[in-house]
């Protein structure tokens, strides 16, 4: 690192001893097999489902297999039940990551800040995140179930709330907050701790309120934090299947794309339409990843300047 | 502008443990107090107790005659600056020096006006658009102090605000705090464990040691007329010398002989009845090479001969170190650990003078050492208490 400073800009990297470049020789040679087995477990079923949505493939009918273009693409988007699964994905997105961020925040700050049976009041805390989704989603459904639910009772009683558009897909947000919370706050806690302690003293020499200290001094430090916080919970809200599948299995237009995605691939068999599915939610997780890297991440305090 | 007043102000932790006791202190409105101590010692407690920062358990805290026991940081107008300077990295140099304002609800101009002024003071003008990130720390330390005084508040605090610069830096920015600390003429409470400072920076200054006041008085009465052996030993760089004697007929024995008291140390002893057993405290410019004395200098102190086991010639004089033979007492060693000295400390107790720069001393080599027995120091050996107080 420091030699490469050392030398001049114009030269570039184009003047490296032999023991330099035999170290990035050794370097590679040390990765290869990590990336090797990255591309044949990753790289491989990318590049086959793009393939594979390129052609017409039912496995009901094998004898039509035939290469066409892009026509299953324009199949997918030009469908207003894609559309609508598209919008009810950005929508849970959306609502269940705000809401995550604001709960996991405020839990965050509880098990920054608390003293006592810290460590009784993290693990109670992470329990939800430590249970399997699909049992979760079960014990959900029979909350809301509208015979034996004791939730669907205290708030909806004699309704179905599952069967319910609106209701439906606000117990779907809600398992997914109830699970992705404690995932959050402990995301969301390492950022708090990156806060220096004498940066708070600071503030409230300053004159900083405690809200003041949180929107001013807190929240833009741990920018970075929070940035990749979000990050995660959206590209993992965006796939959303296993509470939908539970709790509504679609019904009443509450599926996610990836709900559609395994309709048409796994019990449709159809591996061409299925396929460009899973190529757009592909394409769509990596829109959401570029923007928050591009887009925010540039922005983040730290990165700018370089140096901290 | 302010005078602060700490009654018998303590800090006690939930687990018991005593920070601070007791602590009495009236600081003048204007003066520049320096509270120092070895690590530990609460110094840095009372400074957030000042600053509202950490509750006061018992005692009362009034800053202008007011009880300010129970405000907020917020509410006190105090301002402080942190060894960590504590910028916001997100905030570049202007926002962090104009927060304070903008908390306050001061108008844009006037916000600008000061911030501007301020930057002028501390010489930051051509910073004020860049992140902390990207200063030098002695930029950064600058900033800090920018962000304290913009506000105009009734007292600055400062915690080491210079410990973590390099020392050439740090002996620049001690004299520029010192100016503007008079220019400004603001109430200041000044944290440092360096003596030096200490001592080059203050009205008045308050040794601490294990949460309890050693002694509250100018750096010069401090390094005079040390109250007891922690504060001979912690002022006053090389530290004075101790060694254990024994009084008797009007004269000392020491292990490097016996040597007759004189006048004014004799009366002052008599007057604190002190007991057989003392310990000699000398300090280090109180020794001269006897070559270069005249005779009726040479007679008037004492004399012992010692070989040189290190010399330092530090170019306008020698400092030369001797090991001196024999037991040193129990309070000694303690004092040696709690300042740091322990690795000195070794088999007999080691004796450091200041000879004038003509010393021919060798290495290795005899010296005739000659000492002024006038301004010899005595301290109890059991409660450390000074025996040569005038009052």
């Not at chain 1, 793009?50 to 066409?68: A, H, K």
């Not at chain 1, 469908?79 to 965050?108: D, P, Q, R």
């Not at chain 2, 040390?226 to 530290?239: C, D, H, K, R």
């Amino acid at each position: 690192m420091s030699e490469s400073t050392v030398e001049s800009p114009a030269r570039g990297k184009r003047v490296l001893s032999e023991g330099k470049k035999a170290e990035r020789r050794l370097g590679l040679w040390l990765c290869a097999p990590a990336a090797i087995v990255m591309i044949a477990v990753t790289g491989y079923p990318v590049i086959y489902s793009i393939w594979l949505s390129l052609q017409r493939y039912d496995l009901r009918f094998p004898g039509q297999r035939e290469f066409v273009g892009l026509t299953n693409y324009i199949t997918v988007l030009s469908n207003s039940y894609w559309w609508t699964a598209f919008g009810v994905t950005a929508l849970i997105t959306v609502i269940s990551v705000a809401v995550e961020l604001v709960l996991g925040m405020a839990l965050a700050l509880v098990m920054h800040r608390t003293l006592v049976a810290r460590g009784l009041i993290r693990t109670v805390a992470l329990i939800p995140y430590g249970i399997v989704t699909v049992v979760a989603a079960y014990s959900w459904r029979y909350a809301w179930d509208d015979n034996t639910g004791y939730l669907a009772q205290l708030f909806a009683p004699g309704e179905a709330p599952l069967t319910h558009r609106a209701s439906a897909l606000s117990i779907i947000i809600l398992a997914e907050v109830w699970k992705t919370v404690p995932f959050m706050a402990l995301l969301l806690m390492a950022g708090l701790a990156l806060v220096p302690e004498d940066l708070l003293k600071a503030a409230s020499m300053d004159g900083a309120s405690g809200w003041q200290r949180f929107t001013k001094v807190i929240l833009p430090v741990m920018k970075p934090a929070i940035l990749v916080a979000l990050l995660f919970r959206t590209l993992d809200a965006f796939r959303i299947f296993d509470n939908i599948f539970v709790l509504t299995s679609g019904a009443q237009e509450t599926g996610s794309v990836s709900m559609q995605t395994y309709n048409n691939l796994i019990r449709g068999l159809n591996l061409g339409v299925g396929s460009t599915m899973s190529v757009l939610i592909f394409i769509a997780v990596a829109i959401i990843a570029f923007v928050f890297v591009k887009v925010f991440g540039a922005a983040a305090p730290g990165n700018d300047g370089g140096k901290r | 502008m302010a005078e602060i007043v700490l009654d018998k102000v303590t800090k006690r932790y939930p687990d018991g443990a005593l920070a601070v006791s007791d602590m009495d202190i009236t600081i003048a409105d204007g003066e520049f107090i320096i509270l120092v101590g070895p690590s530990g010692c609460g110094k840095s407690t009372t400074l957030n107790m000042i600053a509202g920062l950490e509750d006061i358990t018992e005692g009362e805290l009034r800053i202008d005659g007011q009880r300010v026991n129970e405000r907020a940081p917020k509410d006190r107008d105090i301002a402080m600056v942190f060894q960590s300077y504590a910028l916001y990295p997100h905030m570049s140099v202007r926002e962090n020096m104009a927060f304070p304002l903008r908390l306050a609800h001061v108008d844009k101009a006037t916000v600008t006006r000061k911030v501007e002024e301020a930057a002028r003071v501390l010489d930051l003008t051509q910073h004020l658009d860049r992140k902390p990130g990207n200063l030098s720390g002695g930029q950064r330390q600058r900033v800090a102090m920018g962000r304290a005084i913009v506000r105009d508040p009734k007292a600055f605090l400062m915690d080491e605000p210079l410990s973590n610069l390099d020392a050439k830096l740090r002996v620049q920015m001690r004299t520029s705090v010192a100016k503007l600390q008079r220019r400004l003429g603001t109430t200041t409470v000044y944290v440092t464990h360096d003596q030096t400072e200490a001592m080059t920076l203050g009205d008045r200054v308050v040794v601490m040691r294990g949460g309890l006041v050693q002694q509250i008085g100018s750096p010069q009465s401090l390094y005079d007329q040390p109250a007891n052996l922690f504060v001979a030993g912690f002022i006053g760089s090389p530290s004075m010398n101790f060694l254990p004697a024994t009084l008797a007929d009007g004269s000392l024995r020491t292990s490097l002989g016996t040597f007759p008291l004189t006048d004014r140390v004799r009366t002052l002893a008599e007057a604190a009845s002190a007991p057989r057993d003392v310990i000699v405290g000398l300090r280090p410019e109180h020794f001269e090479d006897a070559a270069l004395l005249d005779q009726t200098e040479r007679a008037r102190g004492g004399v012992f001969t010692a070989p040189v086991e290190v010399l330092e010639s530090m170019g306008s004089d020698k400092y030369a170190y001797f090991t001196v033979e024999g037991a040193s007492a129990a309070e000694l060693d303690e004092l040696a650990a709690e300042t740091g000295a322990a690795d000195l400390a070794d088999a007999g107790s080691q004796l450091v003078t200041r000879l004038s720069a003509a010393s021919e001393a060798r290495l290795g080599q005899d010296l005739e050492i000659w000492f002024d027995p006038d301004k010899l120091h005595l301290f109890d050996p059991h409660n450390g208490r000074t025996l040569t107080y005038v009052k």
